[in-house]
């Protein structure tokens, strides 16, 4: 890892852990802060919920990052800069995330940590177990964000009041779903004492989600990408709109892909393994993709999910 010496004498993680998002000197009028961001991550920007909560708007997904790789994923991303994780029980990685962020040497409370309740979990009792479970192995005391995985069946309503409570209790700082059907988004929003903070969804060029999109929107939900890569399916390293668009701003299809994400107020979580991948997502706010741009990528939308298998 590179060592980066900021003039206080602090190497990078002394200087990460002693204050995070700028340096701070004493100069002759007291504190002053120092313009140059730390880390690419610094210039994340966070967006409000609709519970107050601020949320990194790009972070890094964990799916099959596991073992060792896991630890040095999640301990690299946030060493450059990522402050949102996002695991869930059934990635078996949970162990892996808690003991990568706390090699890291980031604060717990600078963190963004989303985990998941799976579907064999469902009901009051079993959700309130599910998320001690979830903690125990990330050995956390609170969770910033817990999503019902698949609402797909068995007592999901039931998670969801459990949630609530462990809300209440301030064991999880913002609760929502995944997965979910306009159906069961609308019957949520009927009677929940807490109305869903975020609706994580399959989001990508190819699947655009335009109408889920413009709902979560009316209903002040954030929207938040799951595999805004596709994985790489249908080719989507090698579009030709995307590398044309890439190339007049000197960016990578993953970047013009994340930066559209952005742009459209949609929170990705992409995954990489490898250290110049999540460097290279970080960079997508030193450019703006024009208005033509991003009309030129909506006929991209194949309207259909590129993960059938999971339906
Ligand atoms: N809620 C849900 O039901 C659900 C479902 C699926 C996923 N998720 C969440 O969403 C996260 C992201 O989705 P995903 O993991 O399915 O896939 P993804 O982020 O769409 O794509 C990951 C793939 O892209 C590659 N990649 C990453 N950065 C790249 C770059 N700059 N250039 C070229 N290739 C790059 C990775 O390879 P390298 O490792 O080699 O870089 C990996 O093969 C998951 O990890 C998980 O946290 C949630």
């Known amino acids: 890892m590179n060592e980066h010496r900021d003039g206080s004498g602090m190497n990078r993680r002394q200087f990460l852990q002693a204050g995070a998002a700028s340096a701070v000197v004493m100069g002759l009028g007291g504190m002053e802060s120092l313009a140059a961001p730390a880390t690419p991550g610094d210039a994340i920007p966070w967006v409000t919920l609709n519970n107050g909560l601020k949320m990194p708007r790009l972070g890094l997904g964990t799916m099959t990052l596991t073992g060792d790789v896991g630890i040095r994923s999640v301990a690299e991303a946030i060493g450059m800069g990522y402050r949102l994780i996002d695991t869930a029980m059934i990635y078996t990685n949970e162990v892996e995330v808690g003991k990568g962020i706390k090699e890291s040497g980031i604060p717990r409370e600078k963190l963004f940590v989303t985990s998941k309740l799976w579907k064999t979990d469902m009901g009051y009792e079993n959700a309130k177990r599910g998320f001690q479970t979830s903690l125990d192995k990330l050995q956390m005391e609170y969770l910033d964000l817990y999503l019902i995985h698949r609402p797909s069946g068995g007592d999901w309503k ?65 929207h938040e990408a799951w595999s805004p890569f596709a994985e790489g399916r249908h080719g989507m390293f090698d579009q030709a709109t995307l590398s044309s668009i890439g190339k007049k ?21 992409p995954r990489s393994r490898q250290k110049a991948h999540l460097a290279e997502n970080l960079r997508i706010f030193d450019f703006e993709l024009a ?3 991003m009309a030129a990528i909506a ?3 194949l309207g259909v999910t590129q993960f059938p298998e999971w339906t």
């Open 291 to 293: 208005p033509a741009e």
């Open 299 to 301: 006929p991209l939308n």
């Open 249 to 269: 701003h000197g960016k990578s299809v993953a970047q013009v892909c994340l930066r559209w994400h952005y742009q459209r107020g949609i929170v990705a979580i």
């Open 158 to 222: 039931g998670s969801w009041k459990a949630m609530e409570e462990l809300y209440a209790q301030g064991r999880i700082k913002a609760i929502g779903m995944s997965n979910a059907s306009f159906a069961q988004m609308d019957e949520l929003l009927a009677d929940a004492k807490v109305k869903p903070a975020v609706h994580q969804i399959e989001t990508h060029a190819f699947f655009q989600e335009d109408k889920a999109h413009a709902y979560l929107k009316q209903h002040g939900i954030q």
